[in-house]
């Protein structure tokens, strides 16, 4: 990992768990409306952002490398 990831939340899709900003809380946040967002549009890549978008109940998180756009996750299939 280490790579800088673009992080992108569907709010549309977001229900608001806060499983993404327990697990990474340095990179989501919920906001007044309980739908989580991204702290900054790109991150470094990490266990703890993974895990946050793997956990996401309703996959609402899409992780993408910065430099080339290829999916981190959901992975392509």
Same mark, same amino acid.
């Given at each position: 990992m280490g790579d800088q990831w673009e992080l992108e939340v569907d709010r549309g899709l977001c229900?608001?768990?806060?499983l993404c900003a327990h697990t990474a809380p340095e990179?989501?946040?919920?906001?007044a409306t309980r739908r989580s967002r991204p +702290?900054?549009?790109?991150?470094t890549g990490s266990e703890a952002v993974?895990? @946050?978008?793997?956990?996401?109940? +309703?996959?609402?998180?899409?992780l993408r490398l910065s430099d080339t756009?290829? @999916?981190v996750f959901p992975p392509e299939e």
């Open positions: 229900v608001g768990s806060g990179v989501f946040r919920l906001d +702290v900054r549009p790109r991150a993974l895990a @946050a978008a793997e956990g996401c109940p +309703v996959e609402a998180i899409t756009g290829e @999916a």
